[in-house]
Nanobody
Framework: QVQLVESGGGLVQAGGALRLSCAAS????????MGWFRQAPGKEREFVAG????????VYGVSVKGRFTISRDNAKNTVFLQMNSLKPEDTAVYYC??????????????WGQGTQVTVSS
């Protein structure tokens, strides 16, 4: 069993930045690959970024590559998503997920409650 709690969302102007955090508890965090997804109103959930258990591997969705950076601190059981050059189309609820890493990120069964990110134009 894994519990995930996201934080750091909010309202920001286009071109601005936000840093999301996801704190994990339960299973040994350092063994888990972690990922971020997002879902905008009326749209399907979209993959944003994933990171391997030791941070040595990362992968990004096409729409965020070059603007977002995923990282983790295993000592603090936390994964981060640094979001720069934000655009209005980045507006969504952002979710943290535990999954698997096999050359890329595969989503798993555990999700956080989500944090809202709103980018104004």
């Amino acid at each position: 069993q894994v519990q995930l709690v996201e934080s750091g969302g909010g309202l920001v102007q286009a071109g601005g930045a936000l840093r999301l955090s996801c704190a994990a508890s339960g299973r040994l965090f350092s063994n888990l690959a972690m990922g971020w997804f997002r879902q905008a109103p009326g749209k399907e959930r979209e993959f944003v970024a994933g990171i391997s258990w030791n941070g040595g591997g990362t992968v990004y969705g096409v729409s965020v590559k070059g603007r977002f950076t995923i990282s983790r601190d295993n000592a603090k059981n936390t994964v981060f998503l640094q979001m720069n050059s934000l655009k209005p189309e980045d507006t969504a609820v952002y979710y943290c997920n535990t999954g698997a890493w096999r050359g890329t990120y595969y989503s798993g069964n555990y999700w956080g409650q989500g944090t809202q990110v709103t980018v104004s134009s």
